[in-house]
């Protein structure tokens, strides 16, 4: 897929993967993860298709820590998870931003339990995106996980089908402002009825032009979030 879309055969992509990646680290499988495909491609791209700045976007309910801790030090990759608060792995705290060179470069949003579109759209638009316009990526890969819909039997958030496809058009007209191609690779997802409607939604609108929406910040999340990146990016 990467080789696709740097080369230009494609604007966006998709790997319908399992097992999911993101918990997997460099040498040891971990949460149902054994090998980090969204890593893998982002390290495929940085260090042999010439790419300078990969985004890497998971929203996946938990926290993607494998991916974190491989990209912890380097400024090539910035690293940005929404997660549900207190989940599995139990990483991903507000305050960690990284490492060494790699400082800034993570961005971890823990969301509280029972937070809907209004506070993960507003962490998305506020905070990631904006980070993301200023890093202006030449490829953005996301970890595409679906357990944060209200429906997923794993965690407590209350995301729609609808969420994902509105998520999925903010990261898309953000890509296509900066003009890198964007991949998505599948991670989360246990109602499998509801994992294959939010597949759908998202790839329609990946390829749709609709825009996004824009929407207010929300007063608590987005506001805590970006007191801390915003040491780091301008918000």
């Known amino acids: 897929m990467v080789r696709a879309l740097m080369a230009g055969e494609a604007r966006t992509g998709f790997c319908a993967t399992r097992p999911s990646g993101h918990h997997a680290g460099r040498d040891r499988a971990m949460g149902f993860c054994i090998f980090n495909n969204i890593a893998i491609a982002a390290e495929l791209a940085t260090q042999e298709l010439g790419v300078e700045r990969v985004l ?4 996946d309910v938990h926290h993607g820590n ?5 990209f912890r030090h380097r400024p090539d990759v910035l690293f940005a998870s929404i997660h549900q608060l207190g989940l599995y792995p139990g990483t991903g705290s507000v305050a ?14 823990p969301v509280p339990r029972g937070a809907d579109d209004e506070v993960w759209i507003s962490v998305l638009e506020h905070v990631v995106l904006a980070a993301a316009r200023e890093f202006r990526p030449e490829l953005v890969l ?9 429906r997923d039997p794993i965690a407590d958030c209350q995301l729609e089908t609808a969420s994902f496809a ?6 898309r007209d953000m890509a296509w ?5 964007v991949g998505a690779v599948l991670e989360g997802g246990y109602n499998t009825a509801v994992l294959a409607e939010c597949v759908q939604a998202m790839l329609v609108a990946l390829e749709g032009d609709a825009p996004a929406e824009s929407i207010a910040p929300d007063p608590v999340v987005t506001s805590r979030v970006a007191a801390h990146v915003g040491h780091y990016w301008t918000l």
């Open 56 to 59: 890497i976007l998971d929203w």
């Open 66 to 70: 494998g991916t974190a801790e491989i």
């Open 96 to 109: 960690d931003a990284g490492s060494g060179e790699g400082l800034g470069y993570t961005i971890n949003v």
């Open 142 to 150: 996301i970890s595409a996980g679906f357990d944060a819909h209200r």
């Open 166 to 171: 509105e998520m999925t058009r903010h990261v």
């Open 177 to 181: 402002s900066v003009n890198a191609p």
